[in-house]
């Protein structure tokens, strides 16, 4: 009734190729943004910017540089925090000894020498692919913890281990509250989202798409595996690298190699599984389940009054992701997005059968 | 030269201790064509039952001995491995028959994390040990050879002994029986012996049974030398390398592959650690089976199954 696109003509091209092809979608999505930039500052508590949305956000750019990889090009990685680490450990190096230096000038840095880590690591998937794939990344993973842990270099010589910044400010403003730092982490999320959203909709993700779904007849038709490959790698491993930078020096503020370790990886992989490979959408999905469950299980046992203990509370955690990673992979492989796109197609015959 | 051979030696026992990890991928593989992450849960979460079972059983039933507990513990933990290896096979590899690898590779990891949240909260998440009854004192061999001859940790020694009992014991069910027969049959190829008369169904569910009960093996050796803690489960990562150096369908590159993993390991660390930095046991595995990967895909002793791209 509400949500087709009746009477909605498409008289150029332009019109034809926009994102989101249906006035409604247009409407809701920039209601949505608006309601993050304006509404969401407005109304969290200090306790949900921390715990829950700063997180999510920061998260969510994650999976969406993984789901570039495995979902759209379909090279699965379990190296993902790896790179985190990369943009994490780089970014420091260059945000404390270039004096001067740009708190997102540093961000770049750090996501292009993730790049680069990803490009070195991804070669082997020129040669080798599917489950193979999977151990030359955790080799990534296992290689990336070590360098960090004890090349004395990337952590400035810090006798911990562990490395801080201090608060940082950006364009003469200095991030010192919760609702700043969301903003800040907001504002590049969505400018990323919207370049990967493109960049998917564009040549290179369509040679990607085309190397996911049968390589050889990708080949026949003129798409190097050599170019798609690498570059999905180059991509994804910048988003992702840029993630990590965020999250170690907005999110954590001090951090220690063990931040980006191999159960970041897989929780990684468990988002996009979750919220839906080949789905930009699904990034956020997905980002948002996996935040949002740890928290709900802490919290719903004491609101029914049965209280468990935190122990507890993390093996039921550890057994809901199995149990739910199993149940998605068999019943809806294309996770919670395909349920968000279903609910759209039922929405616009509604109220009538067909 | 004493201490070089004791390196050595210490590196090979550690190898067995991957071979037999090693091994319960070998066989899903073998057989089914999945590769499975959980193999490591799978050892953990027998190790676990193990050593509950061992500390509860006495004083249960109100006897003493350790022989009998133990005894009783690894018959029990055996049919509960059992049981779980074919409620994995039934509810989460049947429902996804024929899918691509890397979609059964995810399921096998969401399977990980189930049985290593599942088996904490039944058998508790605390450090627990399995006591062999086996004395710690080390052994003392070649003596008269060199100066301070080489010490062997009794312990050790038992883990060689079991493992190479255990691989005695698959060689012999699968090349003597009936059953064992039918799974080679299975992995060589499925329609074959599909066309013959073998039911796919019932040998995915044996195998799985199969590395259930090498998960068990697994699982007791580690614990009682290191402990029954939720680590056990990240060392047993380290059983990839080895299969990726030893081939993924071959029994021998799993025993091979592990002893060359756990020897190299111990020699890069005394050997390479000081000049490069310690620590470095955490990844060399996985740079050993990066090089494999790029020279020799298919591994020292593999078929030569992987499509190159």
Redesign the interface.
């Given at each position: 009734m509400l949500y087709r696109e009746n009477g909605q003509f498409k008289t150029r091209y332009g019109d034809d190729q926009q994102i989101f092809p249906i006035l409604q979608d247009r409407w809701l999505v920039m209601a949505l943004i608006a309601f993050a930039f304006i509404g969401v500052p407005m109304l969290a508590s200090e306790y949900m910017f921390r715990a829950i949305l700063i997180p999510f956000v920061i998260l969510s750019l994650a999976a969406l540089g993984l789901n570039l990889l495995v979902g759209y090009c379909?090279q699965?990685s379990l190296g993902s925090g790896a790179f985190m680490a990369v943009g994490a450990y780089i970014a420091y190096n260059a945000y404390t000894r270039v004096p001067g230096m740009p708190v997102v000038g540093a961000f770049l840095i750090g996501g292009g020498a993730a790049l680069l880590v990803g490009i070195v690591f991804g070669i082997?998937?020129?040669?080798?692919?599917?489950?193979?794939l999977?151990?030359?990344t955790?080799?990534a993973q296992?290689?990336c913890?070590?360098v960090f842990?004890?090349?004395a270099w990337f952590t400035n010589y810090s006798a911990s281990g562990s490395v801080s910044v201090p608060t940082l400010t950006v364009a003469g403003v200095s991030l010192d509250t919760p609702q700043s730092k969301y903003l800040f982490c907001l504002t590049i999320v969505t400018v990323m989202a919207l370049a990967a959203k493109n960049i998917v909709r564009g040549h290179v993700g369509r040679s990607w798409m085309a190397i996911r779904d049968m390589?050889v007849a990708a080949t026949v038709i003129g798409i190097r595996?050599v170019t798609a490959k690498l570059s999905a790698f180059a991509v994804s491993s910048f988003v992702i690298g840029v993630a990590g930078a965020m999250w170690a020096f907005v999110h954590l503020g001090s951090w220690e190699p063990l931040a980006f370790d191999?159960n970041r990886s897989?929780n990684l992989?468990?988002m996009i599984?979750i919220g839906g490979m080949g789905s930009i959408m699904g990034s956020f999905f997905g980002a948002a389940f996996i935040v949002v469950l740890p928290i709900l299980l802490n919290q719903v046992p004491a609101w029914l009054g049965v209280p468990i203990s935190t122990?507890?509370a993390?093996?039921?955690?550890?057994?809901?992701?199995?149990?739910?990673?199993?149940f998605f992979?068999?019943v809806e492989?294309h996770g919670l997005a395909r349920l968000w796109s279903i609910g759209k197609e039922k929405l616009r015959l509604w109220p009538f059968p067909h | 030269m004493g201490f070089f051979l004791e390196v050595v030696l210490g590196g090979l026992m550690a190898g067995v201790l991957y071979s037999l990890v090693a091994l319960g991928f070998v066989l899903i593989f073998k057989a089914s064509g999945v590769?499975n992450f959980a193999q490591g849960a799978m050892v953990l979460f027998a190790a676990l039952a193990m050593a509950r079972l061992a500390e509860w059983l006495p004083e249960l039933l109100g006897f003493e001995s350790l022989l009998l507990a133990n005894l009783l513990a690894f018959v029990l933990a055996a049919l509960i491995m059992v049981v779980v290896a074919q409620g994995i096979e039934r509810?989460?590899l049947r429902?996804?028959v024929n899918q691509?690898?890397?979609?059964l590779?995810?399921?096998t990891?969401?399977?990980?994390?189930?049985?290593?949240?599942?088996g904490?909260?039944i058998w508790g998440?605390d450090v627990y040990k399995i006591d062999l009854g086996l004395s710690k004192d080390p052994l003392l061999v070649l003596g008269d050879l060199f100066e301070g001859g080489i010490l062997l940790n009794r312990d050790d020694i038992a883990a060689a002994l079991i493992a190479v009992a255990l691989v005695v014991v698959l060689a012999i069910f699968f090349q003597k029986s009936a059953t064992g027969r039918a799974l080679l049959a299975v992995a060589d190829d499925h329609q074959a012996s599909q066309s013959i008369g073998i039911p796919l169904n019932r040998i995915w569910v044996i195998v799985w049974a199969v590395a259930g009960f090498t998960a068990l093996v697994a699982g007791m050796v580690w614990g009682s030398k290191l402990g029954v803690q939720f680590s056990l489960a990240?060392l047993a990562?380290k059983a990839?390398?080895v299969v990726?150096v030893g081939g993924f369908t071959s029994v021998p590159g799993a025993i091979i592959g592990g002893l060359l993993i756990g020897l190299g390991e111990k020699l890069a660390e005394v050997y390479l650690g000081p000049i490069i930095?310690?620590?470095?046991e955490?990844?060399f595995a996985?740079?050993l089976?990066?090089a494999v990967?790029?020279v020799r895909?298919q591994g020292l002793f593999g078929e030569r199954i992987?499509?190159?791209?």
């Amino acid at each position: 009734m509400l949500y087709r696109e009746n009477g909605q003509f498409k008289t150029r091209y332009g019109d034809d190729q926009q994102i989101f092809p249906i006035l409604q979608d247009r409407w809701l999505v920039m209601a949505l943004i608006a309601f993050a930039f304006i509404g969401v500052p407005m109304l969290a508590s200090e306790y949900m910017f921390r715990a829950i949305l700063i997180p999510f956000v920061i998260l969510s750019l994650a999976a969406l540089g993984l789901n570039l990889l495995v979902g759209y090009c379909g090279q699965i990685s379990l190296g993902s925090g790896a790179f985190m680490a990369v943009g994490a450990y780089i970014a420091y190096n260059a945000y404390t000894r270039v004096p001067g230096m740009p708190v997102v000038g540093a961000f770049l840095i750090g996501g292009g020498a993730a790049l680069l880590v990803g490009i070195v690591f991804g070669i082997p998937s020129l040669r080798i692919r599917g489950l193979y794939l999977a151990v030359a990344t955790l080799a990534a993973q296992f290689f990336c913890d070590w360098v960090f842990a004890r090349v004395a270099w990337f952590t400035n010589y810090s006798a911990s281990g562990s490395v801080s910044v201090p608060t940082l400010t950006v364009a003469g403003v200095s991030l010192d509250t919760p609702q700043s730092k969301y903003l800040f982490c907001l504002t590049i999320v969505t400018v990323m989202a919207l370049a990967a959203k493109n960049i998917v909709r564009g040549h290179v993700g369509r040679s990607w798409m085309a190397i996911r779904d049968m390589d050889v007849a990708a080949t026949v038709i003129g798409i190097r595996p050599v170019t798609a490959k690498l570059s999905a790698f180059a991509v994804s491993s910048f988003v992702i690298g840029v993630a990590g930078a965020m999250w170690a020096f907005v999110h954590l503020g001090s951090w220690e190699p063990l931040a980006f370790d191999v159960n970041r990886s897989l929780n990684l992989l468990f988002m996009i599984i979750i919220g839906g490979m080949g789905s930009i959408m699904g990034s956020f999905f997905g980002a948002a389940f996996i935040v949002v469950l740890p928290i709900l299980l802490n919290q719903v046992p004491a609101w029914l009054g049965v209280p468990i203990s935190t122990a507890m509370a993390s093996h039921l955690e550890f057994m809901i992701f199995g149990a739910l990673i199993v149940f998605f992979l068999i019943v809806e492989p294309h996770g919670l997005a395909r349920l968000w796109s279903i609910g759209k197609e039922k929405l616009r015959l509604w109220p009538f059968p067909h | 030269m004493g201490f070089f051979l004791e390196v050595v030696l210490g590196g090979l026992m550690a190898g067995v201790l991957y071979s037999l990890v090693a091994l319960g991928f070998v066989l899903i593989f073998k057989a089914s064509g999945v590769f499975n992450f959980a193999q490591g849960a799978m050892v953990l979460f027998a190790a676990l039952a193990m050593a509950r079972l061992a500390e509860w059983l006495p004083e249960l039933l109100g006897f003493e001995s350790l022989l009998l507990a133990n005894l009783l513990a690894f018959v029990l933990a055996a049919l509960i491995m059992v049981v779980v290896a074919q409620g994995i096979e039934r509810l989460v590899l049947r429902p996804l028959v024929n899918q691509e690898g890397v979609t059964l590779l995810m399921a096998t990891l969401g399977v990980t994390y189930f049985l290593d949240g599942f088996g904490q909260t039944i058998w508790g998440s605390d450090v627990y040990k399995i006591d062999l009854g086996l004395s710690k004192d080390p052994l003392l061999v070649l003596g008269d050879l060199f100066e301070g001859g080489i010490l062997l940790n009794r312990d050790d020694i038992a883990a060689a002994l079991i493992a190479v009992a255990l691989v005695v014991v698959l060689a012999i069910f699968f090349q003597k029986s009936a059953t064992g027969r039918a799974l080679l049959a299975v992995a060589d190829d499925h329609q074959a012996s599909q066309s013959i008369g073998i039911p796919l169904n019932r040998i995915w569910v044996i195998v799985w049974a199969v590395a259930g009960f090498t998960a068990l093996v697994a699982g007791m050796v580690w614990g009682s030398k290191l402990g029954v803690q939720f680590s056990l489960a990240i060392l047993a990562l380290k059983a990839l390398p080895v299969v990726i150096v030893g081939g993924f369908t071959s029994v021998p590159g799993a025993i091979i592959g592990g002893l060359l993993i756990g020897l190299g390991e111990k020699l890069a660390e005394v050997y390479l650690g000081p000049i490069i930095g310690g620590g470095l046991e955490n990844w060399f595995a996985y740079g050993l089976a990066l090089a494999v990967l790029l020279v020799r895909p298919q591994g020292l002793f593999g078929e030569r199954i992987i499509d190159r791209v």
